[in-house]
């Protein structure tokens, strides 16, 4: 009997001890593997594996495993991810003020550097931003580096070489900038640049420097235009329920290492690929071509009307897209 009881007692014990597990968060984009934001959401990962002692992982799906860049907001939204780096310009109108960071020209007065906009974006995002991401929790927001113009003849030196050239495009805001500058935009996939140039389809495109080098295009570009003209801003969002879900605990440690710290250090790395970037189409002969000044005044003049009518757009809607520009700006 008193062998039996222990056993009893034991069985009790064990049934009654917590379980632990690791819950796997499948974590959607459609950049490559090799891209930042790839490589971001590994290390991110890594951290939240282990501060959450292994209950937390994350299984990436890159390259639009999942879905192509218009889908990604809505695998997260709809639960068939957990997470999703969202391209706001991606699906046009959708975002209407998350795009508002994207506008041409138009930087915080203390620089376009992506370590300050990823973290000011970041920091706004509660107040501006979660209307328009509903169904999901915004984790932090990133900011690229204002994108270049990149062609693959034309010396852009002059210009006016743009009237008439067709230029790769995301978003309704680029849409706009280009064709502004007399050019023809054309939607083309990130991943499908490389040959649409080689084959001619277009003649150019807009990527910030790291996207060239990830996408591996300088061998079908001939020449750049510095600075770049407009940003793209991106969301990591996390399913609300997938959120909710999750302990008190792990709730706080995921906002804990999406805090506009982290924001600001996935923007810092932004920086430091653009400056890699660079080096890559410089190393293959791509010709870097400075704007002038006046050239940038004169841009600047023709892009005032898409910043008016952006901005417009959105307070007629009834949100506060004058409010949120200047607080982005300041």
Same mark, same amino acid.
């Given at each position: 009997?008193?062998?039996?009881?222990?056993?009893?007692?034991?069985?009790?014990?064990?049934?009654?001890?917590?379980?632990?597990?690791?819950?796997?968060?499948?974590?959607?984009?459609?950049?490559?593997?090799?891209?930042?934001?790839?490589?971001?959401?590994?290390?991110?990962?890594?951290?939240?594996?282990?501060?959450?002692?292994?209950?937390?992982?994350?299984?990436?799906?890159?390259?639009?495993?999942?879905?192509? *860049?218009?889908?990604? #907001? =809505? &695998? /997260?939204?709809?639960?068939?991810?957990? $997470?999703?780096?969202? %391209?706001?310009? @991606?699906?046009?109108?959708?975002?209407?003020?998350?795009?508002?960071?994207?506008?041409?020209?138009?930087?915080?007065?203390?620089?376009?550097?992506?370590?300050?906009?990823?973290?000011?974006?970041?920091?706004?995002?509660?107040?501006?931003?979660?209307?328009?991401?509903?169904?999901?929790?915004?984790?932090?927001?990133?900011?690229?580096?204002?994108?270049?113009?990149?062609?693959?003849?034309?010396?852009?030196?002059?210009?006016?070489?743009?009237?008439?050239?067709?230029?790769?495009?995301?978003?309704?805001?680029?849409?706009?900038?280009?064709?502004?500058?007399?050019?023809?935009?054309?939607?083309?996939?990130?991943?499908?640049?490389?040959?649409?140039?080689?084959?001619?389809?277009?003649?150019?495109?807009?990527?910030?420097?790291? *996207?060239?080098?990830? #996408? =591996? &295009? /300088?061998?079908?570009?001939?020449?750049? $235009?510095?600075?770049? %003209?407009?940003? @793209?801003?991106?969301?990591?969002?996390?399913?609300?329920?997938?959120?909710?879900?999750?302990?008190?605990?792990?709730?706080?440690?995921?906002?804990?290492?999406?805090?506009?710290?982290?924001?600001?250090?996935?923007?810092?790395?932004?920086?430091?690929?653009?400056?890699?970037?660079?080096?890559?189409?410089?190393?293959?002969?791509?010709?870097?071509?400075?704007?002038?000044?006046?050239?940038?005044?004169?841009?600047?003049?023709?892009?005032?009307?898409?910043?008016?009518?952006?901005?417009?757009?959105?307070?007629?809607?009834?949100?506060?897209?004058?409010?949120?520009?200047?607080?982005?700006?300041?």
């Amino acid at each position: 009997m008193t062998f039996m009881r222990s056993l009893c007692v034991a069985a009790l014990a064990l049934a009654a001890a917590p379980a632990t597990y690791a819950q796997t968060l499948k974590a959607t984009t459609f950049l490559p593997p090799n891209h930042v934001f790839s490589q971001m959401l590994m290390q991110w990962g890594q951290e939240l594996e282990a501060k959450s002692n292994g209950a937390l992982k994350i299984e990436l799906f890159p390259s639009s495993q999942l879905g192509p *860049a218009p889908r990604q #907001f =809505d &695998l /997260a939204r709809t639960g068939a991810a957990d $997470i999703a780096v969202v %391209l706001g310009g @991606a699906t046009p109108g959708r975002f209407p003020m998350t795009e508002l960071a994207g506008l041409p020209l138009t930087f915080p007065s203390t620089g376009s550097e992506s370590a300050i906009t990823s973290r000011r974006l970041t920091e706004l995002a509660p107040d501006y931003l979660a209307e328009e991401f509903k169904g999901t929790h915004i984790l932090m927001m990133a900011v690229t580096p204002p994108l270049k113009l990149h062609l693959a003849s034309k010396d852009p030196s002059d210009l006016s070489v743009f009237k008439g050239l067709r230029i790769r495009y995301a978003g309704t805001i680029w849409q706009q900038v280009i064709e502004a500058m007399g050019a023809s935009p054309v939607p083309v996939g990130p991943a499908e640049t490389g040959d649409a140039l080689s084959k001619r389809v277009v003649d150019g495109t807009a990527f910030p420097f790291e *996207a060239t080098e990830s #996408f =591996d &295009l /300088a061998p079908v570009l001939k020449y750049s $235009i510095e600075p770049g %003209l407009a940003s @793209a801003a991106f969301a990591i969002v996390i399913n609300q329920k997938t959120y909710d879900g999750l302990s008190p605990d792990l709730r706080k440690l995921l906002d804990d290492i999406s805090d506009p710290d982290h924001a600001e250090a996935v923007g810092r790395t932004l920086d430091e690929n653009e400056a890699e970037g660079r080096a890559y189409m410089t190393d293959a002969g791509v010709q870097m071509v400075q704007l002038s000044d006046a050239q940038l005044s004169d841009l600047k003049e023709e892009f005032a009307p898409i910043v008016d009518a952006q901005v417009k757009a959105v307070d007629d809607a009834g949100r506060p897209g004058s409010a949120f520009l200047a607080a982005y700006t300041k």
